[in-house]
């Protein structure tokens, strides 16, 4: 791109006291830093705990744990709060579009207009992929899940693309980018089109960047296409809503993945691949086969109870979050979608979404989700957006992974620009056997 691009520079995390860690079996104690950020809890800085100390902090699942200093993203979870450089989510998915945000999570600030125009430009420029990309489709089954077709396409990028995985050079960082957040939704149709037997359709670059992709996703040569404003708008508003969400699994796959110096491609690959977990992006999929397993309102309080019973393992799909202990702010934005795709396309009595609507009702006040601040989540309406607007649930998560992509190579483009960034490397308890001689083969019982 020519024109000038704001660029943020990560600042310092400031010092502002400490903490004392009194170690009372060696009679020693220590000061330990406390940072601050612009907004949510002070830190304790343990950079320099095992080297003065000799100790690890031990915190499985990393609650209580900051893994980076990062200006993409802040989340209260108490308060159900969710911004991106500084703008309220609920803005956002009102008054803004992906490619925007897009642009304010990669730059840090929202484009001007004429920054929004050479953006939108650019990204049209690159949503072709590479003709041979289609053999590589061909390979796979066409019962394949989605999302194992998407790690692998996506990881395969970087063969087809060679010359923008030089990532110490930054405009060819930028081109990465800027290729990831144009040819996902390609990917992703081609990837709905394979498992339906239908051709892949080439990009219309004269379309919006949501437009384009259900185009891509739904028409056929043979017959015109019409694009649906009410269901495009949706569209990007799901995009709007995955763009970034701080330090969760699939974020962190990305960032440890790149901490190595690993290409871009085979970075997002690896937050695909997490992301595909039920515990993850994986459980907007879930909620769909969990109402159906449920099937009808009066089987509510069996599930529920269920999924009380602590010897059960059935949890309900679409509710809690590990930071979110208030109502997650893009489910009560999406609530609002999901009325008017069903609306749109003439669903007004969809069982599922009824059956849903019950079950948060019922869940929101039982007393075990309530102390347990377990609210829904945005896969809880996500999965009965989608299936609306006509997608197979197989598709659900890969959707998923199309809109985050903004945030995973805003995420690894900000870590490979800090100063500070070493290799990822999480330290261990070891619980295993300690040092024992060898035994011949002979000798083990
Ligand atoms: N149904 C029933 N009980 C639940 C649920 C649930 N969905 N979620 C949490 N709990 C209970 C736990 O059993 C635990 O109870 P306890 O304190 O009596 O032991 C308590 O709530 C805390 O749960 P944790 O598992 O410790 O919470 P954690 O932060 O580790 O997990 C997670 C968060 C994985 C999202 C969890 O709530 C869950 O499995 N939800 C269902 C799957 C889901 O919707 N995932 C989407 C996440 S959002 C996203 O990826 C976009």
Redesign the pocket.
Known sequence: MDMPIPQTKLADPKECGHVTLIDHANDKQYELPVLEGSEGPNVIDVQKLYRDTGYFTYDP?Y?STGSCNSQLTFIDGEKGILRHRGYAIEELAEKSDYLEVCFLLLYGELPTAAQKAEFGREITYHTMVHEQLQYFYRGFRRDAHPMAVMVGVVGALSAFYHESTDIHDLEKRRLATHQLIAKMPTLAAMTYKYSIGQPFIYPRNDLPYSENFLYMTFSVPSEEYKINPVLSRAMDRIFIL?AD?EQ??STSTVRIAGSSGANPFACIAAGIAS?WG???????Q??LAMLREIGSKDRIPEFIKR??D?DDP??????????YKNY?P?AAILRESTHEVLDEVGVKDEPLLDLAIELERIALEDD??VE?K?FP????YSGITLKAMGFPESMFTPL?ALGRTAGWIAQWKEMIKDPHQRIGRPRQLFTGPTLRPFVPIEKRS
């Open positions: 699942g609650t995955h969400h969760n699994a992301l039920p515990a993850h992006g994986g459980a907007n879930a909620v999924a009380k602590k059935f949890r309900l799909m679409g509710f809690g979050h590990r930071v997650d893009r075990y989700f347990r377990l989540n945005v896969d809880f998923f």
